[in-house]
């Protein structure tokens, strides 16, 4: 066996061959001045996070000082958290026990002997989360939901029964007791979503609130020939 040049464990087969070589250092000047390295630039300062602004939930709707007197009639449960939009997307739909409590009204008024409901009292809570203000302009904001349904409800139970006249006695108010009136203890997710809710009060006598927005046409009398 034979091999050609030289080789050692230790040789890297540059140490003998003479500058320049490809790839190879270059002389050293020791009076040439000394090159420092340019500064690293400074890490950006921490995103500062933004001052949170609250939406006002009740934005432009009337403040009613409500009494709400004896039990609920009806409870419209599980709002959304933060949320005071109606839902019908689980087992309890909101849209359909609206529809049930505007035929049981314009029922009580068409029915011969019944007991007219005059009034409609409509009670907002939310769950324990949140400040206070906070969660008294949330309960108003979703009774006040309930109610731009239920005047809808009313206004379709009304005409099919040809009593649109109803509704220009029939006043609902809207109120709100934020978290001070829980329904369900505890601070479950169950218990929460209970809590969030509007209260259903139907009344059988006058009292202050606002009426549903409806044009009762008149009655056409025969023209005598």
Request: proline letters at 11%; hydrophobic letters at 30%; one cysteine or more.
């Amino acid at each position: 066996m034979s091999y050609y040049g030289s080789f050692h464990a230790t040789d890297d087969g540059r140490s003998r061959d003479q500058w320049p070589w490809p790839g190879g250092p270059g002389p050293t000047n020791p009076n040439a001045p000394k090159t420092t390295p340019p500064p690293k630039p400074k890490p950006a300062p921490p995103r500062q996070p933004g001052k949170k602004t609250w939406i006002r939930p009740d934005q432009g709707m009337p403040v009613e000082t409500v009494i709400c007197t004896g039990k609920p009639n009806y409870i419209l449960g599980r709002f959304c958290y933060n949320s005071w939009f109606l839902r019908d997307d689980m087992w309890q739909r909101h849209r359909y026990e609206i529809q049930g409590i505007a035929k049981e009204v314009i029922d009580s008024w068409a029915v011969y002997g019944g007991r007219p409901i005059k009034h409609i009292c409509l009670m907002g809570h939310t769950d324990f989360h949140g400040p206070d203000d906070y969660n008294f302009q949330l309960g108003r904001a979703r009774a006040n939901s309930v109610r731009d349904e239920l005047c809808q409800a009313l206004m379709f139970a009304a005409d099919c029964r040809k009593r649109l006249d109803i509704l220009t006695t029939l006043t609902i108010a809207c109120g709100t007791a934020g978290k001070t009136a829980p329904r369900a203890p505890g601070k479950s997710d169950d218990a929460r979503a209970c809590n969030r809710r509007v209260e259903v009060y139907l009344q059988d006598f006058y009292s202050e609130g606002r009426k549903c927005p409806v044009i009762v046409p008149p009655l056409l009398r025969p023209v005598k020939t």
